[in-house]
Protein backbone atom coordinates (compact mmCIF):
# COMPACT_ATOMS: atom_id res chain seq x y z
CA UNK A 1 0.00 0.00 0.00
CA UNK A 2 0.66 4.10 -0.51
CA UNK A 3 3.11 4.97 2.53
CA UNK A 4 0.36 8.41 3.12
CA UNK A 5 -2.45 5.17 3.15
CA UNK A 6 -0.41 3.68 5.77
CA UNK A 7 0.38 6.61 8.17
CA UNK A 8 -3.85 7.68 7.26
CA UNK A 9 -5.09 4.20 8.53
CA UNK A 10 -3.07 4.64 11.37
CA UNK A 11 -4.21 8.03 12.45
CA UNK A 12 -1.33 9.58 12.69
CA UNK A 13 -2.42 13.10 10.58
CA UNK A 14 -5.09 13.54 7.71
CA UNK A 15 -3.42 13.62 3.88
CA UNK A 16 -2.69 17.42 4.17
CA UNK A 17 -0.92 17.59 7.01
CA UNK A 18 0.77 14.34 6.05
CA UNK A 19 2.21 16.16 2.81
CA UNK A 20 3.80 18.79 5.05
CA UNK A 21 5.58 15.62 6.99
CA UNK A 22 6.87 13.96 4.01
CA UNK A 23 8.37 17.61 2.25
CA UNK A 24 10.15 17.68 5.72
CA UNK A 25 11.99 14.52 5.99
CA UNK A 26 10.11 13.69 8.63
CA UNK A 27 9.26 10.22 7.79
CA UNK A 28 12.12 7.20 7.22
CA UNK A 29 11.67 3.82 6.10
CA UNK A 30 14.66 1.53 7.42
CA UNK A 31 16.70 4.68 7.43
CA UNK A 32 15.94 6.44 4.70
CA UNK A 33 14.08 9.61 4.32
CA UNK A 34 10.61 8.62 2.49
CA UNK A 35 9.30 12.04 0.91
CA UNK A 36 7.42 10.24 -2.35
CA UNK A 37 3.48 9.98 -0.64
CA UNK A 38 3.67 7.05 -2.97
CA UNK A 39 6.09 4.68 -1.94
CA UNK A 40 4.90 1.43 -0.82
CA UNK A 41 4.93 -0.44 2.26
CA UNK A 42 3.03 -3.45 3.78
CA UNK A 43 1.28 -4.40 6.87
CA UNK A 44 4.64 -5.43 8.34
CA UNK A 45 6.65 -2.14 7.12
CA UNK A 46 7.63 0.01 10.61
CA UNK A 47 7.82 3.20 9.80
CA UNK A 48 9.11 5.92 11.42
CA UNK A 49 7.81 9.56 11.89
CA UNK A 50 9.81 11.84 14.03
CA UNK A 51 11.92 8.46 15.05
CA UNK A 52 8.58 7.42 16.87
CA UNK A 53 7.96 4.09 15.13
CA UNK A 54 4.33 3.60 13.32
CA UNK A 55 3.16 -0.29 13.03
CA UNK A 56 0.27 -1.03 11.26
CA UNK A 57 -2.81 -2.56 12.87
CA UNK A 58 -5.79 -3.79 11.26
CA UNK A 59 -8.33 -4.06 14.10
CA UNK A 60 -8.43 -1.90 17.61
CA UNK A 61 -9.97 -2.72 20.63
CA UNK A 62 -10.98 -0.69 23.47
CA UNK A 63 -12.01 -1.47 26.62
CA UNK A 64 -14.13 0.98 28.20
CA UNK A 65 -15.58 1.69 32.19
CA UNK A 66 -18.42 3.73 30.85
CA UNK A 67 -20.24 6.56 32.50
CA UNK A 68 -23.94 7.32 33.10
CA UNK A 69 -24.91 9.88 30.84
CA UNK A 70 -23.26 9.04 27.45
CA UNK A 71 -24.65 7.40 24.60
CA UNK A 72 -23.80 3.85 23.55
CA UNK A 73 -23.98 4.64 19.67
CA UNK A 74 -21.72 6.11 17.04
CA UNK A 75 -24.10 8.95 16.09
CA UNK A 76 -26.22 11.04 18.13
CA UNK A 77 -27.23 14.54 18.98
CA UNK A 78 -26.42 13.52 22.37
CA UNK A 79 -22.90 12.69 23.92
CA UNK A 80 -21.80 9.28 22.56
CA UNK A 81 -19.22 6.97 24.24
CA UNK A 82 -16.68 7.80 20.86
CA UNK A 83 -16.86 11.19 22.55
CA UNK A 84 -14.62 10.17 25.34
CA UNK A 85 -11.83 8.67 23.18
CA UNK A 86 -9.09 11.39 22.61
CA UNK A 87 -8.72 12.58 18.79
CA UNK A 88 -5.42 9.87 18.37
CA UNK A 89 -7.55 7.04 19.52
CA UNK A 90 -10.52 7.45 17.60
CA UNK A 91 -11.59 5.84 14.10
CA UNK A 92 -14.57 6.61 11.42
CA UNK A 93 -15.27 2.49 11.98
CA UNK A 94 -15.20 1.83 15.94
CA UNK A 95 -18.41 1.14 17.37
CA UNK A 96 -19.73 -0.79 20.48
CA UNK A 97 -20.03 -3.81 21.26
CA UNK A 98 -23.88 -3.63 21.88
CA UNK A 99 -25.08 -0.92 23.64
CA UNK A 100 -25.54 0.05 27.79
CA UNK A 101 -28.32 1.84 28.12
CA UNK A 102 -27.36 6.12 29.05
CA UNK A 103 -27.72 5.77 32.79
CA UNK A 104 -26.17 2.25 32.95
CA UNK A 105 -22.10 2.09 33.54
CA UNK A 106 -19.37 -0.19 33.30
CA UNK A 107 -17.71 -2.78 31.26
CA UNK A 108 -17.94 -1.61 27.18
CA UNK A 109 -16.07 -2.68 24.34
CA UNK A 110 -15.38 -0.38 21.29
CA UNK A 111 -14.25 -2.01 18.53
CA UNK A 112 -13.84 -2.39 14.91
CA UNK A 113 -13.68 -5.81 14.39
CA UNK A 114 -17.44 -6.53 12.92
CA UNK A 115 -16.67 -10.81 13.10
CA UNK A 116 -15.92 -10.50 16.99
CA UNK A 117 -18.97 -8.06 17.81
CA UNK A 118 -20.98 -10.63 15.66
CA UNK A 119 -19.40 -13.74 17.91
CA UNK A 120 -20.08 -11.78 21.65
CA UNK A 121 -23.79 -10.75 20.69
CA UNK A 122 -25.19 -13.89 18.30
CA UNK A 123 -28.15 -15.10 20.52
CA UNK A 124 -26.65 -18.46 19.43
CA UNK A 125 -23.02 -18.09 21.27
CA UNK A 126 -25.08 -17.45 24.61
CA UNK A 127 -22.48 -14.77 25.73
CA UNK A 128 -23.45 -14.41 29.34
CA UNK A 129 -23.34 -10.63 30.83
CA UNK A 130 -23.11 -9.90 34.63
CA UNK A 131 -24.25 -6.48 35.90
CA UNK A 132 -24.18 -5.45 39.73
CA UNK A 133 -27.74 -3.49 40.78
CA UNK A 134 -29.31 -0.99 43.23
CA UNK A 135 -32.99 -2.11 43.58
CA UNK A 136 -35.70 -0.40 45.42
CA UNK A 137 -37.27 -3.26 47.57
CA UNK A 138 -36.12 -6.29 49.20
CA UNK A 139 -35.60 -9.17 46.33
CA UNK A 140 -36.17 -12.32 47.91
CA UNK A 141 -35.53 -16.20 46.93
CA UNK A 142 -38.59 -16.49 45.51
CA UNK A 143 -36.98 -14.00 43.10
CA UNK A 144 -33.88 -15.61 42.59
CA UNK A 145 -36.23 -18.66 41.72
CA UNK A 146 -38.08 -16.82 39.32
CA UNK A 147 -35.15 -15.16 37.69
CA UNK A 148 -33.51 -19.36 37.42
CA UNK A 149 -37.00 -20.64 35.76
CA UNK A 150 -37.04 -18.21 33.24
CA UNK A 151 -39.23 -14.93 33.48
CA UNK A 152 -42.08 -14.05 31.13
CA UNK A 153 -41.93 -10.62 29.56
CA UNK A 154 -44.55 -9.15 27.33
CA UNK A 155 -42.91 -10.56 24.15
CA UNK A 156 -40.11 -12.95 24.65
CA UNK A 157 -39.52 -15.46 27.44
CA UNK A 158 -35.92 -14.92 28.81
CA UNK A 159 -33.00 -17.59 29.58
CA UNK A 160 -32.62 -18.37 33.20
CA UNK A 161 -30.50 -16.44 35.23
CA UNK A 162 -28.70 -16.28 37.63
CA UNK A 163 -29.43 -13.91 40.46
CA UNK A 164 -27.34 -13.21 43.63
CA UNK A 165 -28.20 -10.97 46.63
CA UNK A 166 -25.36 -9.17 48.12
CA UNK A 167 -26.96 -7.22 50.66
CA UNK A 168 -30.26 -6.25 51.67
CA UNK A 169 -31.29 -2.71 53.67
CA UNK A 170 -34.27 -2.90 55.42
CA UNK A 171 -34.51 0.66 56.52
CA UNK A 172 -34.11 1.68 52.78
CA UNK A 173 -35.83 -0.93 51.60
CA UNK A 174 -33.39 -1.26 48.87
CA UNK A 175 -30.86 -4.40 47.81
CA UNK A 176 -27.78 -4.81 46.46
CA UNK A 177 -27.43 -7.31 43.55
CA UNK A 178 -25.46 -9.35 40.61
CA UNK A 179 -27.44 -10.62 37.86
CA UNK A 180 -26.12 -13.05 34.96
CA UNK A 181 -27.67 -13.48 31.98
CA UNK A 182 -27.18 -14.97 28.64
CA UNK A 183 -28.43 -12.59 26.38
CA UNK A 184 -29.05 -8.81 25.61
CA UNK A 185 -32.25 -7.73 25.12
CA UNK A 186 -32.93 -4.14 25.06
CA UNK A 187 -33.67 -3.17 28.80
CA UNK A 188 -33.56 -6.96 29.87
CA UNK A 189 -32.21 -6.54 33.15
CA UNK A 190 -34.83 -3.67 34.10
CA UNK A 191 -37.41 -5.31 32.93
CA UNK A 192 -36.86 -8.45 34.74
CA UNK A 193 -36.86 -6.87 37.42
CA UNK A 194 -40.07 -4.85 36.71
CA UNK A 195 -41.63 -8.11 36.19
CA UNK A 196 -41.01 -9.19 39.79
CA UNK A 197 -42.14 -5.99 41.45
CA UNK A 198 -39.17 -4.13 41.38
CA UNK A 199 -37.13 -1.24 40.08
CA UNK A 200 -33.93 -0.91 38.83
CA UNK A 201 -32.17 2.65 40.33
CA UNK A 202 -28.22 1.65 39.81
CA UNK A 203 -26.64 -0.26 37.21
CA UNK A 204 -23.68 -1.63 36.16
CA UNK A 205 -21.74 -4.28 33.44
CA UNK A 206 -19.31 -6.25 35.52
CA UNK A 207 -18.30 -8.55 32.62
CA UNK A 208 -18.85 -9.73 29.19
CA UNK A 209 -17.88 -13.05 28.56
CA UNK A 210 -14.81 -13.94 29.49
CA UNK A 211 -13.91 -9.96 29.74
CA UNK A 212 -14.02 -8.31 33.28
CA UNK A 213 -13.86 -4.52 34.00
CA UNK A 214 -10.61 -3.83 35.77
CA UNK A 215 -10.56 -2.39 39.36
CA UNK A 216 -7.80 0.49 38.24
CA UNK A 217 -10.37 1.49 35.31
CA UNK A 218 -12.09 5.14 37.06
CA UNK A 219 -15.65 5.36 35.22
CA UNK A 220 -15.17 7.08 31.89
CA UNK A 221 -11.63 5.77 31.15
CA UNK A 222 -10.32 3.25 28.31
CA UNK A 223 -7.75 1.31 27.54
CA UNK A 224 -6.92 -0.95 24.62
CA UNK A 225 -7.25 -4.83 25.71
CA UNK A 226 -4.20 -6.60 26.49
CA UNK A 227 -3.23 -9.65 23.97
CA UNK A 228 -4.70 -11.66 26.80
CA UNK A 229 -8.13 -10.35 26.71
CA UNK A 230 -8.22 -10.08 23.70
CA UNK A 231 -7.43 -14.42 22.96
CA UNK A 232 -9.73 -15.23 25.48
CA UNK A 233 -12.19 -13.17 23.82
CA UNK A 234 -11.55 -14.70 20.45
CA UNK A 235 -11.70 -18.37 22.22
CA UNK A 236 -14.83 -17.95 23.44
Do not use: C
Not at 25 to 33: A, H, I, L
Not at 95 to 111: A, E, S, Y
Not at 114 to 140: C, E, F, Q, W
Not at 180 to 194: A, T
Amino acid sequence: MRIDRFLSHMNVASRKELKVLFKAGRVRVDGTVVKDAKFKVNEATVVYVDDEPVRYQTYFYWLMNKPAGVISATTDPQKTVLDLLAPADLRDDLFPVGRLDKDTTGLLLLTNDGDLSHALLSPKKHVSKVYRATIAGIVTAEDQARFEAGLVLSDFTAQPAQLEILSVDEAQQESQITVEIHEGKFHQVKRMFHAVGKEVLTLERLKMGPLALPDDLDRGQYRALTDAELALLKAN
